[in-house]
């Protein structure tokens, strides 16, 4: 076996509420980034692009996400509102993915979204692979066009995921997995 296939095989995800700090440096940022970006691409379009929420932007974002709520669900208590301003609170780092699928002469507009979900799936595994737990998750907030337009997304633009990112207080136990006899067809 190998390190990589191994980190495939022990790859858990771990709650935000489980993560704390140290989150990655600048310099393991930048890593994490280049290795997203490494993912298939048919055209070489980038439809994907990475908003980085680190330090006080969580809390700041946290804000715009709880006052949306409010708007929304005046009957909210505080507890609630709490908890939706801490929404990106609590690892170190967040990473929006955001997907710039469109219309194209060439490229379906369905490839380029599976590249936004591969560039996810390989900012999850290149922060996995520096010892980082990760979580990634949309949540409603991530389907509000008043948040997405807080985080500056375009109208034609969609949120893949918001990756979080940190050191783990523990390891979750694994969850089942799927029998690949179920999932699996042989021809």
Known sequence: MNATLDMLRTRRSVPPLRMTEPGPSPEQIDT????????PDHGKLAPWRFIVIASEARARIGTVIANTYASDNPEADAARLDLEARRLAHAPLVVAVVSRAGPHVKIPEWEQVLSAGAACMNLVVAAN?????TAWLTEWYAYDRRVLEALGLDPREKLAGFIHVGAPEEIPSDRPRPDLAEIVTRL
């Open 32 to 39: 994490i980034l280049t290795l997203a970006s490494r993912v």
């Open 129 to 133: 692979a520096q010892g980082f737990a």
